[in-house]
């Protein structure tokens, strides 16, 4: 947690905060790749990149799902075997959580062979890039879990959910759509308080405090649970 505390700028601070900048995120590399993750990265994805040019018409099943930093990739897999009449874009920046997924897709020697599923796409870049070449109104569901929260009140302009950003994501999204956010930290649940209770896009429900059923589990929420913090999961519709 960063110095300004659990909460803090939390109330009037989206009257003051700076419009996004141009990059959300941070480093997009971790530690060193190794030889099967570079393969996985040059191969394997190629095989699953959504395509700019398929962006002015996502929809290659009845249903578009977008998910907007999937991390290790554990939430996108499970909804996409879940449900395999939609077809899900997870975007990602983190090669490394990118490699994650991918290595469970397919085995070692299989990168440019194996069964890759027909509902799943991905976006290796900022989302809100993808949103931007999205056509109006094409999205049924979008999911933002356990974002990274940006906890200093000088990064707020980094966050997600940000004033400037709830329009294009109502812009791209059905009525009656749905928008669901988890968070762990509490100055991003006070401001995704603040901010989604400042719009009259979206209905907004209280959050609950325990994962609601059809949410799969991330590896972000199990280490906030053994840190002792309190999630919230919100679930915003599209008016």
Known sequence: MGKDGPGAGAEGS????????????????????????????????ERLRFRTEDAGAPAWLPELWIEIGFGGGE????????????????CEVFENGICSLLARLVPEG??????????????????????RLLPDTCVDRLFLLFPDPWPKMRHAKRRFVHPDLVPEVARVLKPG??????????????WVTEV?????????????????????????????LQAGRRPMYWVFTRR
């Open 196 to 224: 989604m209770g400042a719009q009259t896009a979206f209905s907004v429900a209280e959050p609950a405090v325990q994962r609601p059923e059809g949410w799969p589990a991330t590896r972000y929420e199990a280490k906030a």
């Open 110 to 131: 299989g990168e440019a062979t194996a069964p890759l599923p027909a509902n799943l796409k991905l976006w290796p870049d900022d989302g809100r890039v993808l949103l």
């Open 75 to 90: 939430h996108a897999l499970a909804q996409a075997t879940t449900h395999p009449n939609a077809g899900l874009i997870a």
């Open 177 to 190: 759509a749905t928008w669901r956010v988890a968070s762990d930290d509490p100055t991003y649940q006070a």
């Open 14 to 45: 989206t009257r003051a905060v700076k419009p996004p900048p141009d990059r959300l995120y941070g480093r997009s590399r971790g530690h060193k790749l190794r030889p099967r993750q570079e393969v996985l990265l040059d191969v394997t994805l």
